[in-house]
Every structure is written in structure tokens, then in C-alpha cells.
């Protein structure tokens, strides 16, 4: 059974900064791509960044230049460095791998419990 499990969420200033960690855990055959969402407070949860297992990223426009995804795929691992936040910014923040757990099964979704980041003075 696969586990992934979000840490490093916690309360921070604006202009401050917040490193995320995710490890996903278990069987696993093959990570094809990890990513970060997040939910904020009567809002759909929306894409922050995606890595693919050979280094391809992706981010929203409005954590470009501020925020920066960073894997290690041996260890089943996946990064978010969060600099210049903002009190938009406050909201849950999901891990998600998308992975094969067996050669023989389709690449499904796998989410964390999520980790609370709230920006504020």
C-alpha cells in the first residue's frame, strides 16, 4: 500500500520562507510525475508545481520566481522551497505522486493528508 505524507507547513511572516517536504512510501514500480497543490478557504484546490521523474517542471504564474519544486526519485522524495510568500499563499498544501505501484496496473494518483501554511503578520 502506498503512503505519502506531507511536512514543513507551519505559520511564517510575509517575505519569509518555507521549505515542504513529501515522501511517498511502500511498493512502489515507477514515479512518473510528483506535484504540489493547495486549497485555500472556500476556493477548488489549484495546481502549484509539478516535477516529472526526469526533471521537467511546471508552475502556476503566480508562484514563478518565488517558488521552486525539487525531487530525488531514488528516495521517493519530492521538495517545495516557498521564498517571498504572501498571505495568499496561506492555504493547505498537497503532495500528490503519480506512480505504478506494479508493472501490471495503471499509473494511479496517490495525495497526502496535507500540510496547513499560513502566511501572516
Known amino acids: 500500500q502506498v503512503q505519502v505524507v506531507e511536512s514543513g507547513g507551519g505559520l511564517v511572516q510575509p517575505g519569509g520562507s518555507l521549505r515542504l517536504s513529501c515522501a511517498a512510501s511502500g511498493a512502489i514500480f515507477r514515479i512518473y510525475v510528483m506535484g504540489w497543490y493547495r486549497q485555500a478557504p472556500g476556493k477548488q484546490r489549484e495546481l502549484v508545481a509539478t516535477?516529472?521523474?526526469?526533471?521537467?517542471?511546471n508552475y502556476a504564474d503566480f508562484v514563478k520566481g518565488r517558488f521552486t519544486i525539487s525531487r530525488d526519485v531514488a528516495k521517493k522524495l519530492v521538495y517545495l522551497q516557498m521564498n517571498s510568500l504572501k498571505p495568499e499563499d496561506t492555504a493547505v498544501y498537497y503532495c500528490n505522486f503519480g506512480l505504478q505501484w506494479s508493472s501490471s496496473i495503471r499509473p494511479s494518483d496517490y495525495w497526502g493528508q496535507g500540510t496547513q501554511v499560513t502566511v501572516s503578520s
Open positions: 516535477i516529472t521523474s526526469g526533471g521537467d517542471t
